[in-house]
């Protein structure tokens, strides 16, 4: 689903925005690939799920905070947010 390796500070941006600005959910709601393209995050689009839903921004946040050191786990989790 993600192309390419994106960088540890994207994925940690990305995470940090799902966790506190609502209008970057509405964003990934709305569409997923050209709100992680805006961060440099390239991703399938024909992966994406139709119907979408984040979790709470809480949850988001602890879930970051958890995987905080490890890229490669920021990358689970955003497939994981995605699905």
Known sequence: M???NPSPQ???QVLDLLATSHEF????????AA???AHGIEVDASRIPA????PPM??????HKEHF?????KVCVLIFLLK
């Open 58 to 63: 809480q949850e988001v946040a602890a879930i």
């Open 10 to 12: 994207a994925l940690h």
């Open 35 to 37: 709100a992680l393209k």
């Open 51 to 54: 119907v979408r839903k984040l």
């Open 69 to 73: 050191d490890d890229p490669m786990d």
């Open 2 to 4: 993600i192309k390419g």
């Open 25 to 32: 959910r509405e964003q990934m709601l709305g569409d997923p």
